[in-house]
Structures are given as structure tokens and as C-alpha cells.
């Protein structure tokens, strides 16, 4: 079965830190470009941080430059999200994607042929 499961999510403080994870099966993540999103109920999915196939590029949307750090570990078939400096904003339910498309800007995700795990709930709060 092939399938991505993202983990790690969870309640923090504000100031704080999570890592996620999204671990593939069934298939190798090395020949993926990867990528994580997340959504807040009523508003649409956005892009927070790609990283290409190759680990040569990586996009941060801009509201997490400098908090938030993509990684990759093709030994373990798993793609992290480390989430520093923690905002209330930042709350919201994150998806690990896996896809053929560009990396760049995250703009080609949401092919047919995307694998996206099921969600990992975030919530940032005092």
C-alpha cells in the first residue's frame, strides 16, 4: 500500500517548537520532490515548505522564513518539518505531500498523481 503518515503534531505554547514527520510506504520519497502544507477550516490550503528530489532547493512561504527548517532523510524514507518560534497562526492542520511536479515555489503540487498523507493537527496556544 502506498501511503504517507505524517506525526508529530500536537499543542504547544507560543515560543515553542514541534518537528513533523511524514514517513512513506510502499514507495521511496529519494525520487519526490516533498512537500508540506496545511489548512485552516474555511480557508483554503496553503504551501509552507517544499525541498526538491535532488535537496537542492527548498521554499519557505514567507510568514515561516527563518522558523520553520525542511529535511529529508532517505535512509529513514522520511521527510521532517522542524517548526520553531511557534505562533498562534501558525494553528492549523499540516499534510506532507510527495509529487512529480517542480519543487519550486510548491507550485506543482496538486497533480493526480500526488501522494498526500491524511494530516497532523498543530495547535499553537497558551
Known amino acids: 500500500q502506498l501511503q504517507l503518515v505524517e506525526s508529530g503534531g500536537g499543542l504547544v505554547q507560543p515560543g515553542g517548537s514541534l518537528r513533523l514527520s511524514c514517513a512513506a510506504s510502499g514507495f521511496t520519497l529519494d525520487y519526490y520532490n516533498i512537500g508540506w502544507f496545511r489548512q485552516v477550516p474555511g480557508k483554503e490550503r496553503e504551501e509552507v515548505s517544499c525541498?526538491?528530489?535532488?535537496?537542492?532547493?527548498?521554499y519557505y512561504e514567507d510568514s515561516v522564513k527563518g522558523r520553520f527548517t525542511i529535511s529529508r532523510d532517505n535512509a529513514k524514507n522520511t521527510v521532517y518539518l522542524l517548526m520553531n518560534s511557534l505562533k498562534p497562526e501558525d494553528t492549523a492542520t499540516y499534510y506532507c505531500?510527495?509529487?512529480?511536479?517542480?519543487?519550486?515555489?510548491?507550485?506543482?503540487?496538486?497533480?493526480?498523481?500526488?501522494?498526500w498523507g491524511q494530516g497532523t493537527q498543530v495547535t499553537v496556544s497558551s
Open positions: 505531500a510527495a509529487g512529480k511536479g517542480t519543487a519550486y515555489y510548491c507550485a506543482g503540487f496538486g497533480r493526480t498523481d500526488d501522494y
Open positions: 525541498i526538491s528530489s535532488s535537496d537542492d532547493y527548498t
